[in-house]
Nanobody, 123 residues
Framework: QVQLVESGGGLVQAGGSLRLSCAAS??????MAWFRQAPGSERDFVAG????????FYGDSLKGRFTISKDNAKNTLYLEMNGLKPEDTAVYYC??????????????????WGKGTLVTVSS
């Protein structure tokens, strides 16, 4: 059974940093990614990474503040978030795909989803 368990969310002041983790179990994946959903908004792509060759890709305007990485030995995905802004407030979801291309990952075509972790950035 595949499980994706996020952790690391919380309350942080604007300009602060957080590191999200996603522990994966049950199988290996082709790619993993982070998405976020703010209240009243659609889910947005944040960042993705290929489990095969470590290629990373980011949502518009997030590269430079957010960094996605992984630890193969721990089967864990990370999202380092720096320079947080109030508009980064959202539930952050970890997702995994067995076969998706980068384009499919960006559009949310993932096979498995975590339950999410809440990030709140105060002004």
């Amino acid at each position: 059974q595949v499980q994706l368990v996020e952790s690391g969310g919380g309350l942080v002041q604007a300009g602060g940093s957080l590191r999200l983790s996603c522990a994966a179990s049950g199988r290996t994946f082709h790619a993993m990614a982070w998405f976020r959903q703010a209240p009243g908004s659609e889910r947005d792509f944040v960042a993705g990474i290929s489990w095969i060759d470590d290629t990373t890709f980011y949502g518009d305007s997030l590269k430079g503040r957010f960094t996605i990485s992984k630890d193969n030995a721990k089967n864990t995905l990370y999202l380092e978030m720096n320079g947080l802004k109030p508009e980064d407030t959202a539930v952050y979801y970890c997702a995994a795909s067995r076969y998706a291309s980068m384009a499919e990952v960006r559009s949310g075509g993932m096979d498995y989803w975590g339950k999410g972790t809440l990030v709140t950035v105060s002004s």
